[in-house]
């Protein structure tokens, strides 16, 4: 199949389907193709698309997606799911967060350019063929091997008509923790194309670490299944976790605490810790034990990220604190 070829309308009904599409030759002769699995069900209704690997150090969704396949039945469903287990293929091979081929970040090129380098090449892509026709869409992210985050449900905290889809399939979802961002979404991120797009828009992340724990895989699993069925595609539903915490902030992870000298970086609070303004959050030393910096709280709130790798550079982010909704 061909790029320009790829219409989910034209695909045929009551079907499992699993195939490569091309999005890009490589230097060596061969190809970039993006996997795809796409259950078509006998019966109208909804679309819902679910990506993974975005970045390409989050395993738990490339796991979660061939489950999530495997358990939905073309009879059973109403609708059509489609689903990319690994979207940034030059940075899964190399277990990197951005590719290596061209320097991007896929959660910042959205949404995409059909004329660019390879990482625009896979937004533009997943943006024209598969966002478009979305009723729903789920980004399957983890904490990457940088960064540590708790199991949650990102979604777009809004009072108008998407935000209260979002939330309401967060619910649906049923990770342990929500937490919602309110508009405008930071550009770049197929969640702020989505967005654009008027299509209610879920993310997810875990502590991740380069290991994606089974029970992060089967939240996943199960999450993506229950808003299955709260759009009415599937008739059950796995059940949703018990909710521990609600949180509201931005979610944009670029614009944290970061690293006011270069060194060894040591966190001393733990994920959501309910911290003050001017807690100790963490020290950053030398090879001889010399403190060089230490990172205080520039506000009070809940900590949502951790940086999970010792060695830091100068402007690193280190840790990030959001707000618990009262
Ligand atoms: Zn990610």
Redesign the pocket.
């Known amino acids: 199949m061909h790029v320009e070829d790829f219409d989910p309308k034209q695909l045929p009904r009551g079907q499992k389907i699993a195939q490569r599409i091309f999005i890009a030759g490589r230097a060596d002769g061969g190809a970039w193709r993006l996997p795809l699995l796409a259950v078509t069900g006998q019966r109208p209704g909804p679309t819902l698309v679910v990506t993974a690997a975005?970045?390409g150090d989050?395993y738990e969704g490339v796991e979660a997606i061939p489950q999530i396949f495997e358990r939905v039945s073309p009879a059973e469903l109403w609708g059509t799911l489609l689903m990319v287990p690994v979207c940034n293929l030059p940075a899964y091979e190399t277990s990197q967060r951005s590719s290596p081929v061209d320097g991007l970040n896929l959660?910042r090129v959205f949404p995409g350019d059909a004329g660019g380098s390879i990482t625009q090449r896979i937004a533009d892509w997943i943006t024209r063929n598969l966002l478009i026709h979305a009723d729903l869409f789920i980004d399957l992210?983890s904490g990457?091997v940088a960064a540590e985050i708790p199991t949650l449900i990102g979604y777009i905290h809004d009072d108008g008509d998407l935000g209260r889809r979002s939330l309401a399939a967060a619910r649906a979802f049923g990770a342990p923790i929500l937490w919602g961002h309110p508009m405008p979404v930071p550009p770049g991120r197929s969640i702020s194309v989505a967005t654009d797009l008027g299509v209610p828009s879920l993310y997810t992340e875990a502590p991740g670490g380069g290991y994606a724990r089974p029970d992060d895989v089967s939240c996943f699993v199960d999450g993506v299944l229950n808003v299955m069925a709260h759009l009415g595609m599937i008739d059950h539903a796995p059940g949703q976790r018990p909710l521990t915490h609600h949180l509201i902030g931005d979610g944009n992870l670029d614009t944290i605490h970061s690293a006011p000298a270069a060194g060894y970086f040591r966190a001393t609070v733990q994920l959501l810790a309910e911290v003050e303004s001017g807690a100790h959050l963490g020290t950053i030393a030398d090879f001889f034990g010399n403190v060089l910096a230490e990172i205080h709280a520039e506000r009070a709130g809940v900590v949502i990220m951790l940086r999970r790798v010792h060695r830091v550079h100068v402007g690193d982010g280190l840790v990030h604190i959001t707000n618990r909704v009262e």
Request: hydrophobic content about 35%.
């Open positions: 975005v970045h989050e959660a992210h990457g």
